[in-house]
């Protein structure tokens, strides 16, 4: 008798599906890739990763799923799964890496890349015990005639489970362990590749009712000239002329033959950095068009929300050069603010959504949290967009930003990565961390941009403490002086309650006769909403005050006349350097730089930052009272020398992530343990949100009410502020609980001041 692989669908027509939908997706890679012995195992993958659903109790449990009343338990097939391709490869003699790759995608598919020891599991416990129970009832003919593959062949009797842990620990493992760290990592690489490729293709055909539509390629051309065309000519100045110069060397350097894969953009702030990756990218993608057929996926990789929004501005309005309306098949913004919209493009809601998941588009504009998801995390639903990652062109911007302990497993499997088909990263910052060794840069002299950029001068003032109070009744009595001057001023603190501090003093102390100079306040107390609108005023270039904290200081493009900073690593404080005269439309500006504490004379810096950061910047600046901008990058340049020496830089993640080991949540590697917060929502934001969270609620249909939450997550995420409050706080207090989220009361939140807590913890600090 046939076997269901669905409740409409016979396994051996999955089977055809999913190798249509493989040979799909090997379309949007080069041969170099999909050549490769490990993308050649696809269709054997294709045909065997669901042999566990040949069993008596899956085929009676998908006939009528919601009639089912049988053992839940002995329905499940990924370990069954597992168990019969060890069985297999054994008969057949496979090579053990194969068999170990094989059988390790068919046991995730459903949840996770499994680490080592969750394939051992099959040898004893509950899935043993559980195996013997599915062994007996096993369609063992019709999972031969379904899939081609002999099962009928393999011995059942005398526990199987016990002969496949002694495959995996007597074959398997032997071979595993002796590959070279290198060889490990690029092994994991290359079983992600097969992963993602699999679990892609296993729900195309079920999420499309079209499969014309995905199996469809139509590869955009894009021209470096657009870039040209956007730019147009740049008014006179100083500043635009090095712009110029940069990007001509820029490409001069790109179009150079070479072999190199990874590459660095080492410039200062202000220079075009955005346009200069595109220059790189534009030009890199038409080479590899010309020479391949396949143009590469761009994918710019972003740490902040708060220039998510800019950058993407600036792609689109390039890609319109080119085209009238660049719909989502052109380009896309994946984080957590973004529409789940593929962009202006009309299809079924059930193709969209998987279109967005699987990244099918030209162009990403992403998040280091989401990029570092589809790279390192085992999830099935993270590991789907893994294979986009390969043969694709990666720019990497504000690479600063990334903790010391990413050095190494970043430079491990980049290199890796740039193994996988024709993939080639760009690593941009103006203080560059030397995490990976092996770059080339496209601008070779970048020493010569940063000697003729002289727009600011930092002034340290960091020799005795300054209380906090102490500095805000110092501004005050000067804030008559900035305005006078109409001077942009941007005041950058270190914590939350700091900052709320800096801000609701200068309020109270507002000149009337410059009533008109709006004051801004930037901070993680206002919602995303309100910090994106702010920033968008910000850059229109009027006076104007702004207090923040830290969230400002890399990439916003802002041009500041005087930026004032609590004292903080060396690479935040020439980031938030980057923000003063930005232009150069006026001589050279003060950034001044100050040691502030709270009453209790305990340092703000020291309630957010690494100690070791801290301790190397303190260092380096024990005899500087200033330095100028065109002395900043020999400074940098010791500053991180000093933290690779003395940083753990993250070898032990290396070493969990080629050895199949668990690891640390992506987000704990970005941002450290979490603390434990509260998120609530301002709803007078978006008034019509708590119907919408209410009929949302109410969709019977679990999938489809999943999906429902996942649209309206992007605006739910633009009206929360979230808070990491002291035991002794309880979200009742200033908030009512709906349909699952904390809604805050009316009182508690004001646009222009962000959330206000009854009682503030002394030294809560901003987590980003």
């Known amino acids: 008798m046939p076997l269901l692989s669905h409740p409409d669908i016979l396994l051996h027509k999955h089977i055809e599906q999913v190798i249509a939908a493989v040979t799909g997706i090997f379309k949007w890679h080069s041969q170099d890739l999909t050549e490769q012995k490990i993308a050649g195992w696809c269709e054997t993958l294709a045909k065997i990763h669901d042999l566990g659903k040949g069993t008596q109790a899956f085929q009676k449990y998908i006939s009528n799923p919601s009639k089912y009343r049988g053992n839940l ?207 790189w990218a534009f030009e890199q993608r038409k080479n590899i068009d010309a020479e391949t057929g396949v143009p590469p996926k761009i994918i710019v990789v972003l740490p902040f929300l708060s220039i998510i929004d800019q950058t993407a501005r600036e792609y689109e309005t390039l890609l319109r050069v080119g085209m009238a309306s660049p719909d989502g098949s052109w380009f896309m913004t994946i984080h957590s603010l973004s529409d789940r919209q593929y962009n202006n493009y009309k299809m079924e809601e059930a193709t969209e959504s998987f279109f967005i998941d699987t990244w099918r588009t030209e162009l990403v504009i992403t998040t280091y949290d989401q990029f570092l998801l589809g790279l390192l995390s085992p999830k099935a639903r993270h590991q789907m967009r893994f294979h986009n990652l390969c043969d694709a062109l990666i720019i990497m911007d504000e690479v600063q930003s990334l903790p010391c302990r990413l050095w190494k497993p970043l430079e491990s499997l980049l290199l890796g990565l740039t193994k996988l088909g024709s993939t080639r990263v760009l690593l941009m910052s103006a203080t560059l961390p030397p995490f990976i060794s092996k770059t080339m840069s496209l601008l070779p002299n970048h020493e010569k941009y940063f000697a003729n950029f002289k727009r600011y001068s930092i002034h340290f003032h960091i020799q005795e403490k300054t209380k906090l109070n102490d500095f805000i009744n110092e501004i005050c009595k000067q804030l008559p002086e900035w305005l006078q001057k109409e001077n942009r001023v941007l005041l950058t603190l270190n914590t939350r309650r700091s900052a709320r501090a800096v801000r609701d003093a200068l309020a109270s102390s507002w000149v009337k006769e410059f009533s008109d100079v709006p004051l801004f306040f930037i901070s993680a107390d206002v919602t995303p909403s309100d910090r994106l609108r702010n920033i968008n005023q910000i850059a229109l270039g009027h006076p104007c005050i702004v207090v923040s904290t830290q969230c400002i200081e890399a990439g916003v493009d802002i041009d500041m006349d005087l930026v004032i900073r609590d004292f903080a690593p060396l690479d935040s404080l020439v980031q938030i350097a980057g923000r003063c005269n930005r232009e150069g439309r006026k001589a050279r500006c003060i950034v001044k730089i100050v040691d502030l504490v709270s009453e209790n004379g305990r340092r703000f810096s020291e309630m957010i930052y690494d100690d070791m950061h801290m301790q190397v910047t303190r260092q380096l600046l024990s005899n500087i009272d200033e330095i100028q901008e065109e002395d900043i990058l020999e400074l940098t340049n010791k500053y991180f020398a000093a933290l690779a020496e003395k940083k753990n830089l993250g070898d032990e993640h290396v070493e969990r992530f080629a050895r199949w080991q668990e690891d640390f949540p992506v987000r704990t590697l970005l941002r450290g343990e979490d603390t434990e917060k509260d998120s609530f929502l301002i709803l007078e934001q978006d008034p019509s949100l708590k119907n919408d969270m209410l009929a949302t609620a109410r969709i019977e249909d679990r999938w489809k009410r999943r999906e429902a939450w996942r649209k309206l997550a992007g605006r739910i995420a633009k009206v929360t502020v979230s808070i990491y409050a002291n035991r002794e706080f309880t979200p009742e207090s200033i908030a009512s609980e709906w349909c699952g989220q904390w809604i805050l009361n009316e009182g508690y939140y004001d646009s222009e001041r962000g959330l206000t807590l009854p009682q503030e913890p002394e030294g809560d600090a901003l987590i980003l």
């Open 73 to 279: 338990d002995l329905k499940k097939h990924s370990r069954l799964s597992q168990l019969l391709i060890l069985l297999l490869a054994e008969e057949a003699k496979w090579d053990p890496l194969k068999t170990l790759a094989l059988s390790a995608c068919a046991l995730g598919h459903h949840t996770s890349f499994p680490t080592f020891e969750k394939l051992r599991e099959i040898g004893g416990g509950d899935e043993a015990r559980l195996l013997k129970h599915q062994c007996p009832i096993i369609e063992t003919q019709g999972l031969q005639e379904e899939t081609n593959f002999p099962v009928t062949q393999i011995s059942l009797d005398n526990r199987p489970w016990a002969n496949a842990k002694k495959i995996i620990d007597q074959k398997i493992r032997p071979v595993f362990d002796s590959l070279s760290l290198d060889q490990a990592v690029d092994f994991r690489l290359n079983t992600q590749f097969l992963f993602s490729t699999l679990l892609e293709a296993d729900k195309a055909f079920l999420a499309i009712p079209d499969p014309e539509t995905y199996l469809a390629l139509n590869r955009k051309k894009w021209e470096p000239s657009w870039i040209d065309k956007k730019i147009g000519t740049p008014a006179d100045g100083e500043i635009n002329t090095i712009r110029q110069a940069a990007r001509k060397a820029l490409t001069e350097q790109t179009k150079a033959e070479h072999s190199n894969r990874i590459f660095n953009l080492t410039a200062p702030t202000g220079i075009g950095k955005t346009m200069l990756a595109a220059t």
